[in-house]
């Protein structure tokens, strides 16, 4: 069972607290994006920590944190819980240019790896990857201690990067794996993309 959970729960503090999953661009909803995205990718779709007000419809279920408030690493733990035997592609709801052959070929990647993590020249992308059950012992871990970063959650992983020319052969890595934090940076993604 390949499950994706799209992480929802972020309080959104630079858009005065609005779902930014509800966010447009190009005229169509980040959340309405993704979900195109993951058609046929995934068997469910979790929207992990989700406190909007849009009404629901299969596939998408609504997934509480078992950790509340402590950030994407709860998300992850609460997918990986959700689904005990199988794989969870991780997604902020804010990535609004995430492709479907993208997101299929990193769920192709997992063979004998924890996790499978987008690298651009920005780092690491741990909010747009793929884990196993693998890292569960470790999230779970993690949580428990504190360390919440995600990004130091790798270390403890055994990963598979994907990034360089393998990465850039599904688009512009800038652009693919922006998210949009400020009403500048949605902005500046609407520029590019309309040039």
């Known amino acids: 069972?390949?499950?994706?959970?799209?992480?929802?729960?972020?309080?959104?503090?630079?858009?005065?607290?609005?779902?930014?999953?509800?966010?447009?661009?190009?005229?169509?909803?980040?959340?309405?994006?993704?979900?195109?995205?993951?058609?046929?990718?995934?068997d469910r779709i979790w929207l992990a920590g989700y406190y909007g007000d849009v009404p629901l419809a299969p596939p998408l279920c609504v997934l509480a944190d078992r950790k509340p408030g402590r950030g994407p690493l709860a998300g992850l733990d609460a997918?990986?819980?959700?689904?005990?035997?199988?794989?969870?592609?991780?997604?902020a709801c804010d990535m609004p240019y995430v492709t479907a052959p993208f997101l299929a070929h990193l769920l192709t990647k997992l063979d004998g790896f924890d996790a499978v993590v987008p690298k651009t020249e920005r780092g690491y992308h741990p909010l747009c990857a793929v884990y196993a059950q693998s890292c569960r012992v470790v999230v779970q871990r993690r949580l428990d201690q504190g360390h919440l970063r995600m990004q130091d959650l790798l270390a403890d992983l055994r990963i598979r990067t994907v990034d360089g020319s393998e990465l850039a052969s599904?688009?512009?890595?800038?652009?693919?794996?922006?998210n949009v934090n400020t009403q500048a940076a949605l902005d500046a993604l609407e520029s590019q993309q309309n040039h």
């Open 1 to 42: 069972m390949t499950s994706a959970a799209i992480l929802t729960g972020g309080r959104a503090r630079r858009f005065d607290g609005r779902d930014k999953s509800q966010l447009r661009v190009a005229g169509r909803t980040m959340l309405e994006r993704q979900l195109e995205a993951l058609a046929g990718a995934v």
């Open 79 to 91: 997918a990986l819980a959700a689904e005990p035997h199988g794989t969870v592609l991780l997604l």
């Open 170 to 178: 599904f688009g512009q890595p800038g652009s693919l794996l922006a």
